[in-house]
């Protein structure tokens, strides 16, 4: 099988290991004469899979089992957005939601929905090319809400703020296990598992106990998180498949050498295609000007020939290089380069842009 340069944001690149072993449990899982898509979600295959998911997770996270409950969720990183203010925002409490672009607006709309919203602070008047600067929590705020990593305006938050007493919600749906940060620093981390951690399909919810132990209890069974803390993600039938890849990919974040060397390899992929638009400000614009403000996972950028759009998709398709459409809400070009992508394609693509700048001279 040739592979391709896969830049797309979601569902996106998974580890060619992954792939094989999960292609080998779709005919046959761990010698059970079944198919990973035919097991019982309460046989025995499967708790042994469920287990190790979450155990795998923790540990990359390097978060104590005892401290951190992880739940597997369907409706995506969206039905997060509402599900997180229905469980918290009962009785007229607030939340404070820091805006960075389009992913967290819709956090908020949903928010807006149960409870009150303050905008702690928002970079909507530098078109979200920025992280804008920390302001601290309001004091009784539910939750302070964060999107780490804006998959669609390119920019990704340094490090995680320190938000003292008031619990730290994150939506890392496309930074989730790419970078070596003090994840303890959060009391809900939530992730779509298909940018960054497996198929489309299961969302992981990694979140204080403390934290959730002040969850409504009054809501419908599916919609609480105290349904699925009682039972163990396994109220319904969950997202099976999505589960047993999430856990195999989280082992091979394991089998690389942890965060901090997925972190380094990706700053490295990434450093190469922003060096490659940097040095040719007549042909590339990157909005996102503060280096530190860069997304290691999603390089957005633009052409200043517009007309040249079409050309430069064209020879990234003869290079074998697919998903460089930016998103729709703001055009342009977008290379998203998460954990599996590898680095010949970050140089592939740093070589094309050079290329391409110099073709034009
Ligand atoms: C993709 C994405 C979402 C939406 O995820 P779904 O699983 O499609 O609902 C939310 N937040 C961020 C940061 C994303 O990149």
Not at 30 to 43: K, Y
Not at 71 to 85: H, N, Y
Not at 308 to 328: C, I, N, T, V, Y
Request: net charge negative; with cysteine; hydrophobic share 45%.
């Amino acid at each position: 099988m040739k592979r391709i340069y896969n830049f797309s944001p979601g569902p996106a690149i998974l580890p060619e290991e992954v792939l094989r072993q999960a292609s080998q449990a779709v005919l046959e899982v761990d010698g059970s004469g079944m198919s990973i898509l035919e097991i019982s979600h309460r046989g025995r295959e499967f708790a042994a899979i469920h287990a190790e998911a979450k155990a795998a997770l923790l540990r990359v996270l390097n978060l104590d089992a005892n401290e951190y409950e992880v739940l597997f969720l369907g409706g995506g990183a969206s039905l997060q957005f509402a599900m997180l203010p229905m469980n918290f925002l009962s009785e007229g409490r607030s939340a404070d939601y820091v805006d960075t672009g389009e992913w967290s607006l819709k956090a908020m709309k949903e928010a807006r929905r149960y409870g009150g919203v303050r905008v702690a602070t928002s970079s909507v008047d530098a078109h979200y090319s920025e992280i804008p600067a920390f302001e601290p929590p309001a004091p009784g705020a539910a939750y302070y809400h964060i999107t780490t990593n804006n998959t669609i305006e390119g920019t990704q938050w340094c490090d995680l703020p320190v938000t003292g007493v008031t619990p730290l919600a994150a939506d890392m749906s496309s930074d989730f296990m790419a970078r070596d940060i003090d994840h303890t620093r959060c009391a809900f981390i939530y992730a779509g598992a298909q940018k960054n951690a497996g198929p489309a399909g299961v969302t992981v919810v990694i979140a204080r106990r403390s934290f959730l132990s002040h969850a409504s209890p009054d809501l419908p069974a599916m919609l609480a998180y105290a349904t699925h803390v009682k039972n163990d993600s396994l109220y319904n039938t969950p997202p099976v498949f999505g589960i047993y890849v999430v856990g195999l990919v989280a082992q091979w974040v394991e089998a690389q050498g942890g965060l901090a060397v997925v972190e380094a390899r990706n700053r490295r992929k990434a450093a190469l295609i922003y060096a490659a638009l940097d040095t040719h400000p007549d042909v590339f614009d990157v909005p996102v000007r503060r280096i530190c403000d860069r997304s290691i996972m999603n390089i957005v950028f633009r052409l200043l020939d517009k007309d040249r759009e079409p050309a430069f998709l064209q020879g990234a398709k003869e290079r074998d290089m697919s998903g460089l459409k930016g998103h729709r809400s703001v055009g342009g070009f977008r290379a998203s380069i998460y954990n599996a992508f590898p680095h010949e394609g970050a140089e592939a693509l740093a070589d094309y842009l050079t290329s391409f700048a110099e073709a034009r001279a």
